[in-house]
């Protein structure tokens, strides 16, 4: 299996901050992913795929990027929606794997 | 608009079985694979497997392999998740998702619940 190690576990930052969480895989992913959202008492929800690919709505303050085995989502301008915990998830190889997630308080 | 309905929560006894449904609202499941996730309570999400309704070809993860069974109908557009041998580990939400790469659209989950 492909391990995804998630940092930090959890983030404290304030409404208008720039909030980075990083992703790192065991081994090269070649770019195969991705990262979801989860609200409280939700389903999560794909943010981005592909690295750097917003999925269809998700607000433009969102970004990924990253390559080889290191990867970072990006929330530009933090808002207080975005009260969430976020998932990173390999699909290069099965068992496709998630990190541990990033709750993110505001 | 694309839903995936799931089958709603279950309480269960040890050694019980269950198995869940998942059916497209606006979508079908056949133009896809079906990926299976588990969420313990409080916990973070496991990738369980996936299966393509349109083969039947199934891959589990090693960590469920031999305890949950994938399977679909394409007839009636929806697929199963059956679990066996419930233990109390065995409580967690379960979702469908959709897509055997990345998950695009997420069932509401369904609440497990094993006690004696």
């Known amino acids: 299996d492909i391990q995804m190690t998630q940092s930090p576990p959890s983030l404290s930052a304030a409404v208008g901050d720039r909030v980075t969480i990083t992703c790192r895989a065991r081994q090269d992913i070649r770019n195969s992913l991705a990262w979801y959202q989860q609200k409280p008492g939700d389903a999560p929800k794909l943010l981005v795929y592909?690295?750097?690919m917003l999925e269809s709505g998700v607000p433009s303050r969102f970004s990924g990027r990253g390559s080889g085995t290191d990867y970072t989502l990006t929330i530009s301008s933090l808002q207080p929606e975005d009260l969430a915990t976020y998932y990173c998830q390999q699909y290069h190889s099965t068992p496709y794997t998630f990190g541990q997630g990033t709750k993110l308080e505001i | 608009e694309v839903q995936l309905v799931q089958s709603g929560a279950e309480v269960k006894k040890p050694g019980e079985s269950l198995k869940i449904s998942c059916k497209g609202s606006?979508?079908?499941?056949?133009?896809?694979?079906v990926t299976w996730v588990r969420q313990m309570p409080g916990k973070g999400l496991e990738w369980m497997g996936r299966i393509d309704p349109r083969s039947s070809f199934i891959n589990y993860s090693p960590s469920f392999q031999g305890h949950v069974t994938f399977s679909s109908d394409k007839s009636i557009t929806t697929a199963y998740l059956l679990l066996t041998n419930l233990k109390a580990s065995d409580t967690a939400f379960y979702y469908c998702?959709?897509?055997?790469?990345?998950?695009?659209?997420w069932g509401q989950g369904t609440l497990v619940t094993v006690s004696s």
């Open positions: 606006g979508y079908s499941i056949t133009t896809d694979w």
């Open positions: 998702t959709t897509g055997g790469s990345q998950s695009r659209f």
């Open positions: 592909g690295t750097s």
